[in-house]
C-alpha cells in the first residue's frame, strides 16, 4: 500500500500532465503555426461582434481567483495525509456541544444519526460532550444523558427577523437557551451528516490547541451506499473545493476569504455568541456564509481541521439544482449587504459574480470555435489553466473520496471517468440554477430530501 507522500506525488504528477494535455490542445501552448490565430475579428466579425467575443472571453478570468487558491491548497498541503493522531488526551477536551438543526421532517433519519454519532464519540475517547438536537417541529428523542432536544417555539422572532436556520441557531444562543459556558465548542451539523472517529480527533486536536475560534474540515459524499451516482460525482467538485481553496484560506491565511459551509462548522460559544445569527433576513438564505464573513470582519481568525465527516449528495438533479439555486441567491444577498465591509467580501463577491456570469462564461465553448479571436499569449494560457483545474476537480474529487480496494481498479476507474462526463450535466444545472437564481424568489429556503428510505418506500 502506498503511504501518504507517495499518493501525494502521483496526484501532482496528474494534475501537471491534465493542465499540459489541456494548454496544449487548446492551444494556451503553441507548438507549431496552426496553434495561432491568424484571423482579423476586426474585418472578419465587424467591432460590435468582436467587443462582445473579447468580453466574454475576459469574463473567463473573473473565476482564476478562486482556481488559483484551489490549485496551490491541492499542491501545498499533502491531500492524502495520513490518519489524524492525537495531540493530547480527549479526557482534557473542553466541553463540546454537537449541534444539529432540523425542521424535523425526517426524525427517523435525525434519530438514527444521533445515535451513530454518540458511538462514534465513545469509541474514539471523547467523555466530555453532548448531543443538541435543535428542531422546529418535535422529533422525539430517547431520554438520554447525553442528547438534548430543543424545540424552536413557533411565536419565537430575533430582534432582526432572521428566518429559518439562522432563526433556529439564534434561539440556542438566547440566554433563557443556552446553557454552554463561552470557553465550551458548538460542533455544527446538519441532519444527514456522520462523524467519523477521523474527524473527532481532528476536532479534539483544534479545540485543544485553542488559537482560533472557528474552523472546518473535508466533507465527503461517496460513502456508504450511494443513493444518486450522478449528484455524487458532480459534488466530486466540493471535496476538492475544501481540500484546496477552503484548506488554503484557513491554513494559510486564517480568514475566509471566499467563505465556508454550512456544515462541519466548528466554533467557541463565546466568539459565536458575539458574531450572533440573528442577520435579518438577508443572512437567512446563506446563513453559514453571512455568518463567516461577519466574523472575518470582526476579526476572528480561522483554521482547517483534519479529519473528514460524510454526508450525502442530493437523492435527485431537481434537489441538486433547487441546492445550488439558494445558494446563489444566498451568497449574492450577502455579498450585496451593507452589514459586511466591501474589503472583507472581495474574492467572495469576484467568485460569485464568476458565477453569476456562468452563462456567458460558458458561451466561449461555442463562439472560441466558431468565432476564434487573437488573444494575447498569456491570456491563452491562463484560460487554458482555468479549464483544466476545473475538469482535474472532478477528477480530484473521485479519488479522494471513492475507495480502490472498495471498489475494485475496473469500477474506480469508471467512477473517474463518469466524473468527468458529468461536467457537460453539471454546467447546464449551474447555468439553469443562476437564471432560475436570478430571476425567482431570493428569500427561501428550499430543503432537499434527506432520507433514503423515504425514497424507498415510495
Known amino acids: 500500500m502506498m503511504n501518504s507522500t507517495t499518493k501525494h506525488l502521483l496526484h501532482c504528477a496528474l494534475l501537471i500532465t491534465v493542465i499540459v494535455i489541456c494548454e496544449v490542445l487548446s492551444g494556451g501552448i503553441k507548438i507549431d503555426e496552426n496553434s495561432f490565430t491568424i484571423v ?177 474540515g473535508l466533507i465527503t459524499y461517496a460513502n456508504e451506499n450511494v443513493v444518486n451516482w450522478l449528484t455524487t460525482l458532480a459534488d466530486s467538485f466540493r471535496v476538492s473545493d475544501d481540500m484546496g481553496k477552503l484548506r488554503l484560506q484557513f491554513k494559510l491565511f486564517h480568514k475566509p476569504l471566499f467563505s465556508w459551509k454550512g456544515s462541519y462548522v466548528v466554533t467557541q460559544v463565546g466568539a459565536e455568541r458575539s458574531v450572533s445569527f440573528d442577520n435579518g433576513i438577508d443572512g437567512s438564505v446563506a446563513e453559514d456564509c453571512f455568518f463567516a464573513m461577519r466574523a472575518f ?54 467568485s460569485v459574480y464568476s458565477w453569476v456570469t456562468m452563462p456567458l462564461s460558458t458561451s466561449n465553448i461555442i463562439f472560441a470555435g466558431l468565432y476564434p479571436i487573437p488573444c494575447p499569449n498569456l491570456v491563452d494560457f491562463v484560460c487554458a489553466f482555468i479549464a483544466a483545474i476545473n475538469i482535474y476537480m472532478y477528477v480530484f474529487g473521485v479519488l479522494k473520496s471513492f475507495s480502490l480496494y472498495r471498489f475494485g481498479l475496473l469500477k474506480f476507474l469508471a467512477c473517474v471517468l463518469g466524473a468527468v462526463c458529468t461536467i457537460p450535466v453539471n454546467v447546464v444545472i449551474e447555468n439553469v440554477a443562476v437564471i432560475w437564481g436570478l430571476v425567482g424568489k431570493k428569500h427561501k429556503f428550499y430543503v432537499v430530501q434527506k432520507d433514503v428510505r423515504v425514497l424507498e418506500t415510495v
Open 40 to 216: 482579423d475579428p476586426w474585418t472578419e466579425y465587424g467591432q460590435v461582434a468582436t467587443v462582445l467575443l473579447y468580453l466574454l472571453r475576459f469574463l473567463t478570468l473573473l473565476t482564476l481567483p478562486q482556481v488559483l487558491f484551489n490549485f496551490f491548497g491541492l499542491v501545498f498541503y499533502n491531500a492524502f495525509p495520513e490518519k489524524v493522531v492525537l495531540k493530547g488526551s480527549p479526557l482534557l477536551a473542553p466541553f463540546i456541544c454537537i449541534r444539529v438543526v432540523t425542521r424535523g421532517d425526517f426524525p427517523d433519519l435525525v434519530k438514527m444519526n444521533v445515535l451513530r454519532n454518540i458511538n462514534t464519540c465513545l469509541d474514539t475517547g471523547l467523555e466530555n460532550f453532548l448531543i443538541e438536537v435543535v428542531t422546529d417541529k418535535a422529533v422525539h428523542l430517547a431520554q438520554h444523558r447525553r442528547i438534548r432536544e430543543i424545540v424552536v417555539p413557533k411565536e419565537y422572532k430575533t430582534r432582526t427577523g432572521a428566518l429559518f436556520k439562522s432563526r433556529a441557531l439564534q434561539y440556542c444562543l438566547e440566554d433563557t437557551v443556552n446553557v454552554l459556558n463561552d470557553n465550551d465548542w458548538i460542533v455544527h451539523l446538519d441532519e444527514e451528516t456522520l462523524l467519523t472517529e477521523n474527524s473527532v480527533r481532528g476536532i479534539i486536536n483544534f479545540v485543544l490547541d485553542g488559537k482560533h475560534p472557528f474552523g472546518q
Open 297 to 350: 470582519s470582526q476579526g476572528y481568525t480561522f483554521n482547517f481541521i483534519e479529519g473528514e465527516m460524510y454526508e450525502k449528495s442530493p437523492f435527485t438533479l431537481l434537489d441538486l439544482l433547487q441546492q445550488r439555486k439558494r445558494w446563489l441567491q444566498g451568497i449574492l444577498l450577502v455579498v450585496h449587504s451593507k452589514m459586511i465591509p466591501f474589503k472583507h467580501k472581495l474574492l467572495l463577491g469576484i
